[in-house]
C-alpha cells in the first residue's frame, strides 16, 4: 500500500535554532515528491518539487533534499513566520494523477 | 495573478440541506481535484477531474457529487450533509504534463454543518 508518513508530528524550536523535517515513503516509482507550506485555516502553498534521489532545492531558509525512501526539510534559522504545517506529498509513475499526502508536521518556532 | 478561487470562504449549514461549493481557476490546468481536510489530517482527495473525465475515489461518499461545466470552474456538490462532513474543503489544481506536475491549491471553503 502506498503511504506517506511524516515525523514529527509537532517541533517546537527556537528562532536561529536549525532542524529538519522528515517525510518517508513508501511509493513504488516515484514521480515526484512535494513540499507544501499550511497556515492555519488556509490552502497549501507549494514550496519543492523533487524528482530523482539526491535531488535538493533550497528557498530562502528552506531546502529540501530527496533520497530513494525519504524527503528532508531542512529548515535554517528559522524565524517565528516559518510556524506552519508543512505537508509531504507523493506522485506515483503507475498513477500520476493521484498525490499521496502525509499528515503534516506542525512546526512552532519561538521568538 | 493567476490563481485558484474558492467560494464561498466559510459555508454553514443545516444537517441534510444541500450545499454546493465552487472553484475557479485561471492557470488553465488540466486537472482539477476536490480534498476534504480535517483538522491536523492529510488532506483526503475525494474526486478529480482529467479534462473531462471524471475518476472517483473508491471511499468517496455518494453523498459527494461534482460538476466541471469547463476548463475552469469546478463545483463540489454535497447532496445531504452529515455532521461528520463538517471540515475544509480544498480545490487544487495541476497540468500534469512534462516537468510540471505540482498541484496548486485554493484557500479552501471551511464548511460547518449544524
Known amino acids: 500500500e502506498d503511504q506517506v508518513t511524516q515525523s514529527p508530528e509537532a517541533l517546537r524550536l527556537q528562532e536561529g535554532e536549525s532542524s529538519s523535517l522528515n517525510c518517508s515513503y513508501t511509493?513504488?516509482?516515484?514521480?515526484?515528491l512535494f513540499w507544501y507550506r499550511q497556515d492555519p485555516g488556509k490552502g497549501p502553498e507549494f514550496l519543492f518539487t523533487?524528482?530523482?534521489a539526491g535531488e535538493e532545492k533550497e528557498k530562502e531558509r528552506l531546502k529540501a533534499t530527496l533520497t530513494k525512501k525519504e524527503s528532508f526539510l531542512h529548515i535554517t534559522a528559522p524565524k517565528p513566520e516559518d510556524s506552519a504545517t508543512y505537508l509531504c506529498a507523493v506522485q506515483a509513475s503507475y498513477n500520476f494523477n493521484k498525490f499521496y499526502f502525509g499528515s503534516g508536521t506542525k512546526l512552532n518556532v519561538k521568538p | 495573478d493567476a490563481m485558484v478561487i474558492q467560494n464561498p470562504r466559510y459555508q454553514v449549514t443545516q444537517f441534510g440541506k444541500p450545499v454546493t461549493l465552487s472553484c475557479s481557476q485561471t492557470l488553465n490546468h488540466n486537472v482539477m481535484y476536490w480534498y476534504q481536510q480535517k483538522s491536523s489530517q492529510a488532506p483526503k482527495l475525494l474526486f478529480h477531474y482529467y479534462d473531462k473525465d471524471f475518476n472517483n475515489e473508491a471511499d468517496t461518499p455518494d453523498n459527494f457529487q461534482s460538476r466541471r461545466p469547463n476548463t475552469s470552474f469546478c463545483f463540489l456538490d454535497i447532496r445531504s450533509p452529515g455532521l461528520g462532513d463538517a471540515a475544509m474543503y480544498l480545490c487544487?489544481?495541476?497540468?500534469?504534463?512534462?516537468?510540471?506536475?505540482?498541484?496548486?491549491f485554493g484557500p479552501g471553503t471551511r464548511l460547518t454543518v449544524l
Open positions: 523533487l524528482y530523482s
Open positions: 511509493v513504488s516509482g516515484l514521480r515526484g
Open positions: 487544487a489544481t495541476s497540468r500534469l504534463t512534462g516537468a510540471y506536475n505540482e498541484q496548486f
